[in-house]
């Protein structure tokens, strides 16, 4: 562990962090649902269209913050961030594969990988930051429905 940064440096890299937190959604622009998308048979358990951006933003906002206080702990250089990177750019290629692609069953094993990042970003954030583990935790939460999800699209189309 380091001495934590100050409240200035830790607002700028908080800054830094729900930047790169949303550019990850931006594969979401470049790759949008579509009437690809619109022509699958949805799970009866699938949430309005409407739903994911604001769930998204709240996921994001959280992972930022999550990294962050993680950050504030041991500095950019270590095993939780590092996890943290891997998730996310996992994260951004799920678009890519789900709705880019077309490709349901492949976004499935991403979306497994991402997953499993993403719980190990949550043991590494937990022994450096019980804060950060708690604002991380609602995401692996959120990917364990998308998992969820994603291998309802594909078994239904």
Do not use: K, Q
């Given at each position: 562990?380091?001495?934590?940064?100050?409240?200035?440096?830790?607002a700028l890299a908080l800054?830094?962090?729900?930047?790169?937190?949303?550019a990850a959604s931006a594969t979401g622009i470049l790759f949008g649902p579509g009437d690809w998308?619109?022509?699958?048979?949805?799970?009866f358990f699938a949430p309005p269209n409407w739903l994911f951006g604001p769930a998204w933003t709240l996921f994001y906002t959280l992972m930022a913050i999550g990294a962050m206080l993680a950050w504030r702990q041991v500095g950019l250089r270590s095993a939780a961030l590092g996890w943290w990177f891997v998730q996310l750019v996992l994260n951004a290629l799920w678009t890519v594969i789900f709705f880019g692609l077309q490709s349901p069953g492949l976004a499935l094993l991403e979306i497994t990988l991402m997953w499993i990042a993403i719980l190990i970003c949550l043991l590494q954030f937990r022994r450096v930051s019980k804060a950060a583990f708690w604002f991380m935790l609602p995401y692996l939460g959120w990917v364990t429905f998308a998992w969820i999800l994603n291998a309802g699209f594909w078994w239904l189309n």
């Open positions: 562990m380091r001495n934590p940064p100050g409240t200035l440096v830790s800054v830094i962090f729900l930047v790169l937190s949303f998308y619109d022509s699958l048979e949805r799970p």
